[in-house]
């Protein structure tokens, strides 16, 4: 079954700390591994996305890796800002053809990340 | 920029009462999708369409149709809302059909269903 893990399921940290998200999943076939942020009463914004053959991608101060032999991601914030707070969803693309791939993407469950200052 | 709008932020509907949830991207893309999202169980795809007139359903796609006359906009109808429909519904849209191309999210409509 396709699923994608995320831990941890809440963090707190101070402001301008640096925090490490991860993600895990078993996902075949892999297409591509996206991280979205999402502030509280608002829609998804995607922040990276990383196929097979990348294993880092970068976003300002938002750096994702990908190890597709282990199938884990992670989303590394440096000095984390009170604006980071947010839930940061992780969601793959359980499919490599054109044509009804939109329709194939596997949510994570989010981590929520409170920066306190 | 993509701008992806909901017709509504908070709703409150009693049971039994038929609802719409209206949808519309000024991009014009050719998918949108209907998910809704839920403490714990993160976002779950209701329905989607690739055309105009056209619709696929997804993970959940009972008690829940969808209509699409326009290619902008994209309707979620609950036929006769029930309390476990209570929920926040997230409408997206996307370019085209590559699996990397980007879904762009609305603000999200909170539905409470007394």
């Known amino acids: 079954k396709n699923q994608v893990e995320q831990s941890p399921q809440s963090l707190i940290i101070l402001e301008g700390k640096n925090c490490t998200l991860q993600?895990?999943?078993?996902?075949?076939?892999?297409?591509?591994l996206r991280w979205y942020k999402q502030d509280t009463g608002r829609g998804p914004v995607s922040l990276t996305i990383?196929?097979?053959?990348?294993n880092t991608k970068s976003n300002g101060r938002y750096t994702a890796t990908l190890d597709a032999d282990t199938k884990q991601s992670s989303l590394h914030i440096t000095a984390s800002q009170l604006s980071d707070s947010a839930s940061y969803i992780c969601?793959?693309?359980?499919?490599?053809?054109?044509?009804?791939?939109?329709?194939?993407?596997?949510f994570g469950k989010g981590t929520k990340l409170s920066v306190k200052p | 920029d993509v701008k992806v709008t909901q017709s509504s932020r908070y709703l409150v509907k009693r049971t039994g009462e038929k609802v719409f949830l209206e949808c519309v991207q000024d991009?014009?893309?050719?998918?949108m999708f209907w998910y809704r999202q839920d403490p714990g169980l993160g976002l779950r795809l209701i329905y989607f369409s690739y055309d105009v007139k056209m619709k696929e359903k997804g993970d959940i796609p009972e008690g829940y149709s969808v209509s699409r006359e326009k290619k902008e906009r994209f309707s979620l109808i609950l036929e006769s809302a029930s309390t476990n429909q209570t929920s926040m519904y997230l409408c997206a849209s996307s370019l085209g059909d590559r699996s990397t191309d980007t879904q762009y999210f609305g603000p999200g409509t909170r539905l409470t269903v007394l």
């Open positions: 991009m014009d893309h050719e998918n």
């Open positions: 990383m196929t097979f053959s990348e």
């Open positions: 969601v793959v693309s359980a499919s490599l053809n054109y044509g009804g791939s939109q329709g194939n993407l596997i």
């Open positions: 993600c895990n999943y078993t996902v075949s076939p892999f297409s591509n």
